[in-house]
């Protein structure tokens, strides 16, 4: 398909394009699934085939749940596991700090409890042990008894810290879904479907989706070895972790495609009296209500579950999800919230030296930001890149000091990425060069290790890898739009329509954003001292629309919403549902913003109605 383009340039430096999709494609879609002309334009739009919507629109646990035996090596691990469950060997879990760790060490959990098992769960301090397994940990472990140790959403490149605990005599289970090099480290088995010769097609999953197929995978081998019949136990009602599956797969941001979508439809859809004691307990403390959605898992309970590993509490996460003491939960809930609250001035105060950094060094046109600072808190390195790199719209780098479980002095970095730029790919190859001790992650976000004295030689490095993986000297930034809208067609029953029939929306399926154009702001006030509400409406007159632009204060587009009174504007927009005192309402959140172009393309605008 061809791309139109709305507007060249951006207040946020974006070129606004929109698919040009045959009228012909949406009306053979439209009639095939009877759907709504703005549903079946979205779909072709997305390039869904017809003989996919069916399950793209209702994917069913019966009908697409995906082949855990698919993964590479699963087979194999999950017959070796299940003799060792029959052997009753000493089993204990690694988990990652993150969300990821935190769901992925609860549903293992819950899933060995229910054989009999009481594992030990190790999560490490970010700050004390930084990212992803440790000799020290390990050593602890093994000294505690344990024969089989399952790593969760880590250990992938950690290849010296693997041959060191398998030289301790651990028998080591990697559960992961971060980038792999050419070979593997030397453990057990490592199911992963980022593996190169893994053919699983998988390559979405999170920990938790890898970690809920081997649960899956296990239970199949010890249902097939007659295991439950001899124990007199029933099998575990694995679909009871859907809804911690679900969160961990919105919270780390991987794509809500394929089994994906299917795992969080499923998990969002458990009612509330069914939901993880741990997920009600923080839903009533972020004033939540069910049903759940990507929006609550993202912006509320994620940095929550993940905040007491910001401040040294870095179990609590998978406590919570793995307690079914229903005052114990809503204890770790209101701590998790303190939690919360503390990382949230620690961290503006980071971003504000950060930025600080970025304009004294001018570094607003590097390919790629790279800051450090002694005193920064090492938990917070990857929020403060993430908004970095949406300030300057380029990849960015925060780099804290801590020290190791040696005592030696090492920078802990985080990176956060733009479309079109491999992070991870740039972390794998600086410490193949000799420059990073650990470095790894995905295509959008990646974490590091660093000795102090090589930043300025990881700086070069990255400013030459991100270069040339620049297809031109600047980054080009697009934003895609799915349609033109009017105010009079931002309505309740269109959100709703979208919502119900093409949620969930997360990464690689994004919610739907349309371009109102030649709007007028007809009143603008500032929230909390760095969010932006404005009033628009359409410039023949007609109803109006909230808009909320978040963070805004102090940007260029702030202080055009906020004098542009009178001129006209085009907004990039995404719609929800606002409830104020039992009434609902469409609302939209700016995404970005262009001044009108003194000539357009001709355009046509979506149906005014859904």
């Not at 998978?318 to 229903?326: C, F, G, N, Q």
């Not at 730029?421 to 990646?446: P, S, T, V, Y």
């Not at 919502?499 to 702001?521: K, S, W, Y």
């Not at 204060?553 to 549902?577: F, H, P, R, Y």
Request: aromatic residues 6%; glycine residues 8%.
């Amino acid at each position: 398909m061809t791309k139109a383009i709305l507007t060249e340039r951006s207040l946020q430096q974006a070129r606004w394009v929109v698919e040009d999709v045959p009228l012909n494609d949406i009306e053979r879609l439209a009639r095939a699934h009877d759907l709504p002309e703005i549903v079946a334009r979205l779909l072709a739009a997305r390039g869904i085939a017809s003989e996919q919507v069916p399950g793209f629109l209702n994917p069913t646990l019966k009908d697409h749940f995906p082949d855990p035996f698919a993964l590479k090596g699963m087979a194999e691990m999950a017959d070796d596991l299940a003799q060792a469950i029959e052997d009753n060997k000493n089993i204990a879990i690694f988990g990652d700090f993150d969300v990821d760790g935190a769901t992925s060490s609860a549903i293992l959990y819950r899933f060995l409890r229910h054989l009999g098992f009481d594992p030990v769960i190790y999560i490490p301090d970010r700050v004390e042990e930084g990212y992803g397994p440790n000799t020290e940990a390990l050593k602890s472990l093994r000294e505690q008894g344990t024969d089989i140790l399952l790593m969760l959403d880590c250990g992938t490149t950690a290849f010296e810290i693997i041959q060191s605990g398998a030289d301790m005599g651990l028998k080591i289970i990697i559960l992961d879904h971060h980038e792999a090099e050419e070979t593997l480290p030397a453990a057990w088995h490592v199911i992963n479907p980022k593996r190169k010769d893994d053919t699983s097609g998988f390559t979405m999953l999170a920990a938790c989706g890898v970690t809920f197929l081997a649960c899956v995978a296990v239970n199949a081998r010890l249902r097939t070895r007659g295991y439950y019949e001899r124990k007199g136990l029933k099998e575990p009602d694995l679909k009871s972790f859907m809804d911690i599956l679900a969160l961990g797969t919105v919270c780390d941001m991987v794509p809500l495609t394929g089994p994906n979508r299917l795992f969080v439809r499923a998990g969002f859809a458990v009612p509330e009296n069914r939901l993880n004691l741990g997920i009600r307990a923080v839903m009533k403390v972020a004033s939540i209500k069910a049903p759940l959605t990507t929006y609550d898992a993202g912006f509320a309970l994620g940095p929550r579950i993940n905040a007491g590993s910001r401040v040294h509490k870095a179990d609590l996460g998978a406590r919570l999800l793995s307690s079914d003491d229903e005052q114990e939960a809503l204890t770790i809930a209101w701590t998790l919230d303190d939690c919360n609250k503390r990382r949230k001035d620690l961290q503006a105060e980071m971003e504000k030296q950060a930025m600080a950094q970025v304009e004294q060094q001018s570094m607003q046109d590097d390919p790629v930001i790279l800051v450090d600072r002694e005193g920064w808190h090492p938990g917070l390195s990857g929020l403060v890149a993430g908004n970095l790199k949406e300030k300057y719209g380029r990849p960015a780098c925060v780099v804290a000091y801590a020290h190791s479980m040696s005592g030696e002095r090492e920078g802990r970095g985080s990176g956060r990425s733009v479309p079109g730029i491999h992070i991870a790919q740039a972390f794998i190859d600086a410490r193949a060069a000799g420059l990073l001790q650990k470095g790894g992650g995905h295509a959008m976000a990646g974490g590091f290790t660093v000795k102090p004295e090589k930043i300025p030689d990881l700086r070069a490095f990255l400013q030459d890898h991100v270069r040339r993986q620049q297809e031109s000297g600047t980054i080009n930034i697009e934003t895609r739009i799915d349609g033109l809208l009017t105010v009079r067609g931002a309505t309740l029953s269109l959100v709703s329509l979208m919502n119900d029939r093409l949620g969930p929306f997360g990464q690689e399926h994004p919610e739907p954003v349309f371009a109102l154009t030649n709007l007028r702001i007809h009143k603008a006030d500032i929230l909390a001292s760095k969010h932006i509400r404005v009033l628009v409406g359409d410039p023949e007159g007609g109803p109006r629309l909230k808009a909320m632009a978040f963070r805004a204060v102090g940007t260029e587009m702030g202080e055009i919403l906020l004098s542009n009174k009178t001129q006209s504007i085009d907004l990039a927009v995404t719609l929800k549902i606002n409830e104020w005192q039992g009434r609902q309402s469409a609302e939209a959140i700016i995404q970005d913003a262009a001044l009108p172009q003194s000539e357009k393309s001709s355009r046509t605008l979506l149906a005014e109605t859904a």
